[in-house]
């Protein structure tokens, strides 16, 4: 078992790595919780193949388990299913010494700990992620929240679980396009980290390379973002450098309804302004191609019409993360090294000119 600790003002927890993790569950979480009454939560995908597992375990621990199916996809993380799982948990008398745990992807984990955060004014929380990127990325850090209409992610809470467990083997029946989705976010971590991990995505030459190297992967990816969120944990500051690739992405992700999946859009907009600090100066010539290398071995998309057009260009000036009247921009200073540059909404244009 690999063994990745998060040390923060208020609370240090720790993320386990292990295959076959998912029959251990009881045993893990005995070790940090009394007997009370579990709400699991999961969604219609996650929740035929692997709940009756971490029911059983947790079960035989010595826990009652109430299990809470959403509908998988982006559609549950809304204010109404949330607060159709208040009145279950109300209906099933939760009370403030019971818990709930997270079995599913960055839906059900971004759901479930909203939901343990606000319920009766925040009970204990677990995580079990089970896609790619809620195991490198979205089970770790905090964050919480739901969808309103207007956007996504609006409504949130920061909200850090007892302990995130995480079983590489799940991935198995994950389908190829979330895999790659999730080892987008990978490509990202590797490229603002370290040198060392970016030599670890190298091994990366297809999609079936990501699942035979998860372990490995997960494990680099949660330490480093323990770390960020460790010396910034409410993104005042240097944990902004997450969304390298992210501002341009998410524009794309917009303007694409639909076509483009998270990851997908990421990888455009990694490539894309690296592209344009490299053509700065401010980024080595030759590290643009290097990450178009990586992201194309895996089918990633590297480049999108919808780039530059006058909509992209409003979507930019409304990125929800500006402060003021300037977008905060990452760049890569070297490979596995990145920095944050600060441009004013009024000359965005011409600094991308794109
Ligand atoms: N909290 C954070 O810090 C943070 C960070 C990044 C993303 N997010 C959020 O995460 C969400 C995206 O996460 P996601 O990509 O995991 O989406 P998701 O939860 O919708 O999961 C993707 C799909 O894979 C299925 N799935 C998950 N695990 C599976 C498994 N082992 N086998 C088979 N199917 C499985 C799900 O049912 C779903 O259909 C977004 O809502 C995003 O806003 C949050």
């Not at 344009?276 to 990586?294: H, M, N, V, W, Y």
Request: aromatic fraction near 6%; hydrophobic fraction near 40%.
């Amino acid at each position: 078992m690999k063994t990745v600790t998060v040390t923060l003002p208020a609370k240090t927890y720790q993320i386990k790595i292990a295959a076959g993790l998912l029959t251990q569950v009881g045993n893990e979480v005995a070790s940090l919780w009394s007997p009370r009454k579990i709400a699991l939560v999961s969604d219609s995908h996650v929740e035929p193949l692997y709940c009756e597992q971490v029911e059983t375990s947790l079960i035989a621990a010595g826990f009652t388990v109430h299990v809470y199916r959403v509908r998988a996809g982006e559609d549950s993380k809304q204010l109404g299913v949330l607060s159709s799982l208040y009145e279950e948990l109300l209906g099933d008398d939760f009370g403030r010494s019971d818990g709930v745990i997270a079995l599913g992807g960055g839906v059900v984990g971004d759901l479930a700990g909203f939901l343990a955060s606000t319920y009766m004014r925040g009970i204990s929380f677990i995580q079990i992620p089970t896609s790619l990127l809620a195991q490198v990325d979205s089970s770790v850090g905090g964050k919480t929240g739901v969808d309103l209409n207007t956007g996504k992610n609006l409504i949130g809470t920061f909200y850090q679980p007892d302990v995130v467990l995480i079983d590489p083997t799940v991935l198995q029946t994950l389908s190829q396009r979330f895999l790659v989705e999730g080892y987008a976010e990978i490509v990202k971590m590797a490229a603002i980290s370290s040198l060392d991990f970016w030599h670890l995505i190298e091994n990366i030459n297809q999609p079936k390379d990501i699942l035979k190297q998860a372990p490995a992967l997960i494990e680099a990816s949660v330490r480093f973002k323990a770390q960020i969120v460790e010396a910034d944990e409410k993104e005042g500051g240097l944990r902004q450098i997450l969304n390298f690739g992210h501002t341009l992405g998410h524009a794309i992700e917009l303007l694409a309804g639909g076509q483009l999946a998270h990851g997908e859009a990421v990888s455009i907009g990694m490539v894309q302004i690296t592209q344009i600090f490299e053509d700065r100066g401010l980024t080595p010539s030759g590290i643009t191609a290097q990450l178009k290398k990586q992201l194309l071995a895996v089918g990633l998309p590297i480049s999108s019409d919808l780039i530059g057009s006058p909509q992209f260009y409003e979507l930019l000036k409304h990125d929800k993360k500006n402060h003021g009247d300037q977008l905060t921009l990452v760049y890569l200073k070297e490979l596995g090294t990145a920095d944050l540059y600060p441009v004013k909404l009024t000359a965005i244009h011409n600094f991308l000119n794109l």
